[in-house]
């Protein structure tokens, strides 16, 4: 009818017509960073997938703290999904309309190794304490704050998680707030934090919308949230960010420290050259040599395996290598072999899996990693998803199931613990390996920087 108001779209009508969909972030390893790749990160990760889906471009922005977050969220032309590891609150609600949960966490404060450890709510008074502006923490200090008025703590826009773990890591302040996925990922960075208790019950992570009656995008973000928890994406995105964290052990992480800075630089031309012979990252042959030797060129096992990259007598010969106490024959012939194992593997297993395929079968041998693939199929699970393999490794040292396959016993354990490691290791290659902290690593010193505002961190993805 002429004169008829024209019904103005809904938020996923417009996205759906402009082909884009704008988020916004944080610029954290556990939100959204850019590496040598490209983007990455779980946040972002997840986005990109509910983006795929909607069959529309994603488009990222970030803020420089939470509360600028909120603010932007639904303005014109603006971000109209917030997806930034956020948790519902009495305040927050009145701001923004919050989705499906995807992720539990739970907060934690942290304190120094060597301090007095505070063990309950008391015990932060009289404390520095210092956490992200606009954060659910500060809202949980806010209230503490009611109960204990002596209470004091600061709140900054001028940080993120990493910059409040490295102040306490290095005495700068005395306590933080920080959620255990956060501090699961950057843990191992920071030997001297540790988590003093935890602070009130876990919490849901959740994407927020613009406040408002229109619930078209919120009803589709549900929708994908709860098809991503049903199919698995959120756990293989869950055991890919989070699912390799507590690997080291402080003791193993200060060990790691140690010899990143007086073993690796002897060896570290041998990997570069043997990983661009072989198209590979030479941060991942170096994260093998690592858990094989400890970067130690003269070791021999038990077994008769020696060398760097602990090759077999057979193994060596096969792949040229004519002295395997020799450090560069070792690398070269350790990168030749992981690459041809990686090459025998199905054509139907895709990174980032057939990298961690490629590895357990470096270390238990290809017939018994097909033997675990055989079980996860009659498991009715995927037999090209390492998340689902690795559940049946560890069967194959149990007598009623490796007498059901081919190549019958095997360790299986190993491979599991053998793959995590090396994930564990290249995650923190890559971080110090960064042009700007090269320098810092030589002189000893393994923090990692906070996030450049102007320019996002790199950090390769646990590929």
């Known amino acids: 009818m002429l004169g008829a108001c024209v019904e103005k779209p809904s938020t996923l009508e417009r996205v759906k017509e402009d082909g884009v969909l704008r988020v916004i972030t944080r610029n954290s390893p556990a939100t959204y960073f850019q590496d040598r790749n490209g983007e990455t990160g779980f946040e972002y990760e997840l986005v990109k997938r509910f983006a795929d889906d909607l069959g529309v471009k994603l488009e990222i922005e970030t803020a420089d703290n939470i509360d600028e977050m909120f603010n932007q969220l639904g303005k014109p032309s603006g971000p109209v999904l917030a997806a930034a590891g956020l948790v519902s609150s009495e305040k927050r609600v009145t701001q923004a309309k919050f989705s499906h949960p995807y992720l539990e966490v739970t907060p934690q404060v942290i304190y120094r190794n060597g301090r007095s450890r505070p063990t309950q709510a008391k015990g932060l008074l009289g404390k520095k304490i210092m956490v992200l502006k606009g954060s659910s923490h500060a809202e949980q200090l806010a209230t503490l704050k009611r109960q204990f008025p002596t209470l004091e703590y600061e709140e900054s826009d001028a940080v993120e998680v990493v910059d409040l773990l490295r102040m306490v890591d290095e005495g700068q302040i005395d306590l933080t707030l920080v959620d255990s996925n956060e501090l699961a990922m950057n843990q191992v960075y920071f030997p001297n934090v540790r988590v003093a208790f935890d602070l009130g019950d876990t919490r849901d992570q959740r994407w927020a919308v613009a406040a408002g009656e229109d619930n078209s995008l919120l009803n589709e973000v549900n929708e994908f949230l709860d098809k991503a928890q049903k199919n698995g994406t959120l756990q293989r995105l869950k055991d890919r960010y989070y699912g390799h964290v507590d690997v080291l052990g402080y003791v193993g992480a200060y060990t790691f420290a140690q010899h990143l800075q007086q073993r690796l630089p002897k060896y570290e031309k041998h990997f570069k050259v043997s990983a661009k012979v072989e198209e590979v990252d030479w941060r991942l042959l170096a994260a093998i040599g690592y858990q094989e030797s400890m970067w130690q060129p003269e070791v021999t096992s038990k077994t008769g395996v020696r060398g760097l990259m602990m090759l077999t007598q057979r193994t060596a010969q096969a792949m040229g290598v004519s002295n395997r106490l020799d450090p560069k024959q070792s690398i070269t012939g350790g990168a030749k072999y992981f690459m041809l194992v990686k090459a025998q593997l199905d054509d139907s297993i895709k990174e980032p899996d057939r990298t961690w395929f490629a590895l357990a079968a470096y270390n238990v041998g290809s017939g018994h990693l097909e033997d675990a693939r055989t079980l996860a199929k009659r498991e009715k699970l995927n037999p090209n998803k390492w998340l689902d393999v690795k559940k049946m490794l560890p069967r194959l040292s149990q007598k009623q199931w490796f007498s059901k396959t081919k190549y019958g ?55």
């Open 409 to 463: 016993y095997a360790r299986g354990g190993e491979p599991v613990h053998f793959v995590a490691n090396i994930r564990r290791y290249y995650d923190i290659l890559t971080w110090v390996t960064q042009p700007q902290l090269e320098g810092q690593v030589a002189e000893g010193n393994l923090h990692v920087p906070g996030v450049n505002k102007d320019k996002p961190a790199e950090q390769s993805p646990p590929m």
